[in-house]
């Protein structure tokens, strides 16, 4: 029996030291915080700040300026390559986001955290055409009128640009607009491209705009979102006392345009829209203006205007319906620990930030849960650094689920009392996934992953408990690793290896219990795409549905294999009342990989194999393919595929 470890008991104490009423229940939510955050109050205020902390540096560098002439003169440091993966910066805005997004016009094919909020992906339909992103290059493809034929093709950069040195990774559709999101490491920031997209199809480049930004890349989180025809980013900005005398850490927007300047960014957040907690910086830990923008998409002219938190540089983010929400952390990297959590609730309607001081850190954007009833939920654990990069992967210790009132919120000053938190188990040291599905939260780890079980020594468990009562905590013997949770109408299903093997087990979600009902066994096979994306869930009834996930051969379960290979196929298994059976997969032909001229975005760290829904049609994206399968009672059949490939690329022999 897995032990809880004395350690998140000690932060929880240090939580109870101000007092924020028990979560409880409510019939008619009230969601407003009773107080807010502080903005400063002008220019002046916060360029005191910035003056004071300029001095405390110069004070610095002359203290270690004097040691340095005493001291004998450091080793030459070893030259290092940094290989940074494709980054987008990502936040949010001011203009009223909330009730703005109209019902959706179209069955989604994205695989989203959120019911109306869109993620930026790699695919997405526009009427009777799919719109691709790969290598750097946008795609549409006909499916309206039973086609399946190749439309149009642009580059997903501005004409005239070098696209070396930039990433471009997500895309999104409004209206007839198409969004591409990237992160050019010469141009200044996030790059955001607009494209007209026609009826037939036909795409033509529109504009590019430049949002001044660090550079942001997450494992696991995307870095934009769409409500309505609002563009939403999270951009943290990094400050601290050696740069606070320059204007480079605010955020800013310009129109690209061949002679463009540095000089043509024009700031988009006044002081007036930064806001500040009680807790007192230290500018020699570092700090961020963690970064709320809102591009509007409806104008001829983008606007785009942002609000900010003043806190520590350590965070995760998650987007609900009507605020975004930021978890910071003070992290003691001699001890691996965060020391000072805290939580920040930014409205998408442009009110004010509101603050409420937490202990431990959640492990990505699927721990958080904003619900129907007022509350926040978030699966914390002890040991978290934030999402930034690969740092989601890393051990996570103690675990807890708190539970708070957004009215709970304020100016942050006051803290979440033990008794908001409810003790967990420990999932594990190995990379942690969690989901809130229905009105459970499900939760493990996946020990197996890169090595037999017969030497793993770990026993897989998996942990479910319904957050809003708090009823005892479900443990559930799975058998193999939580590389993947995801939700089957109100039911789950976890994906996981176990050896060679790559294994599917559905999960009950009832009133009481969570039950582990069947379990499918894909022999020497491992998931093709991590990101939540690469899954998809149809269902056809309340009791059936067809599940969609990318896998490649074992062999290849390496996951920078993942990212330089192509995906090999998508596997559709069948539900029936949680009964899951093998329909067959469609595959990609090895044989055709080509020379694509690729300039930009030449590694999909995305992934490029998606499994699409649309009506009664079932397709998979599989690199430059677009294969259309046919559901033939309980087996799924090759039907036609089309390759979208660029004209002038060369088939070359693998």
Known sequence: MPRIFPFLFGLLLLAACDGVATAAAH?????????????????????????????????????????????PPPPPAPTVALMAPGAVAEAKSLDSVAGNAAADKEESITNVQTAGVDEGGIVKRHGDHLVILRRGRLFTVRIGGDALRPVSTVDAYAPGTDPSGAWYDEMLVSDDTVVVIGYSYA??????GLFDIARDGGLKYRATYHLRSNDYYSSRNYASRLIGDKLIFYTPMRLNAWNAGSDDFYPAVRRWHKDATPQEFRRILPATRIYRSADELNPFEGAALHTVSICDLGRAEMRCESSAVLGPQGRVFYVSADSVFVWTTHYDRDQRRPYRSAVFRIPLDGAAPSALRTSGSPIDQLSFLQDAKGFLNVLVSAHGDGEGMWRAESKRGDMALLRVRLRDFGDGSAAAPASAYTPLLNAGDSEVQNRFIGDWLVYGSAPYRWRDPSAAGAHPMLYAIRYADRMPLQQIDLGHGAERIEAMGGDAVIVGGSGKDL???????????????????????????????????????????????????????????????????????????????????LDARAERAVDDGCKASCVDWYGDARPIFIGERVFALLGYELVEGRIDGERIRERRRTDFAPKRAIAVAR
């Not at 004071?52 to 110069?58: L, N, P």
């Not at 141009?187 to 955001?192: A, D, L, N, S």
């Open 187 to 192: 141009r200044g920031g996030t790059e955001i």
């Open 27 to 71: 019939s008619a939510p009230d969601t407003q915080p009773r107080k807010t955050l502080r903005a400063f109050s002008g220019e002046g205020e916060f360029d005191r700040l910035l003056k004071r902390w300029r001095a405390q540096a110069d004070a610095r560098r002359k203290e270690v300026a004097k040691q340095a002439a005493m001291a």
């Open 503 to 585: 294994h599917f087990t559905s999960l009950k979600l009832g009133p009481r219990t969570a039950n582990k009902r069947s379990v499918f066994v894909q022999r020497d096979a491992a998931q093709g795409e991590s990101r939540t994306h690469g899954f998809f869930y149809r269902a056809e009834t309340e009791r059936q549905g067809i599940v969609g996930l990318p896998i490649v051969g074992a062999a290849r379960s390496n996951s920078m294999q993942r990212y330089l290979d192509q995906t090999a196929s998508v596997l559709y298994l069948r539900n029936r009342d949680l009964k899951l059976g093998r329909m067959g997969q």
